[in-house]
């Protein structure tokens, strides 16, 4: 079992920017990934970022490219979404995610954090 908290959400203005974290705890995966997906009101969640706890290459949707980074702390077992350039676009409750690897992290995570809100205006 592993417990996912996810923290930064807030309300920005359009160009800002917003850091979003994930720690993790419990039962983690000697090898493993965690990612970022998002989720706007009436759309399906859709993948955002993903990395692997070992540091990697990340991954990232085309549409958030150039624009978000993620990274890693692994003494803190946590995940950060740095994300600049907001557009209102980007609105919606983004969801920090755990898996076995990163394959599964993007198709099917194992667990999921609970969310936190994320406003852009413009």
């Known amino acids: 079992q592993v417990q996912l908290v996810e923290s930064g959400g807030g309300l920005v203005q359009a160009g800002g920017s917003l850091r979003l974290s994930c720690a993790a705890s419990?039962?983690?995966?000697?090898?493993?990934?965690m990612g970022w997906f998002r989720q706007a009101p009436g759309k399906e969640r859709e993948f955002v970022a993903a990395?692997?706890?070992?540091?990697?290459?990340?991954f990232y949707a085309d549409s958030v490219k150039g624009r978000f980074t993620i990274s890693k702390d692994n003494a803190k077992n946590t995940v950060h979404l740095q994300m600049n350039s907001l557009k209102p676009e980007d609105t919606a409750v983004y969801y920090c995610?755990?898996?076995?690897?990163?394959?599964?992290?993007?198709?099917?995570?194992?667990?999921w954090g609970q969310g936190t809100q994320v406003t852009v205006s413009s």
């Open positions: 419990g039962r983690t995966f000697s090898s493993s990934a």
């Open positions: 990395i692997t706890w070992s540091g990697f290459s990340p």
């Open positions: 995610a755990y898996a076995r690897n990163l394959a599964v992290v993007i198709g099917s995570p194992d667990y």
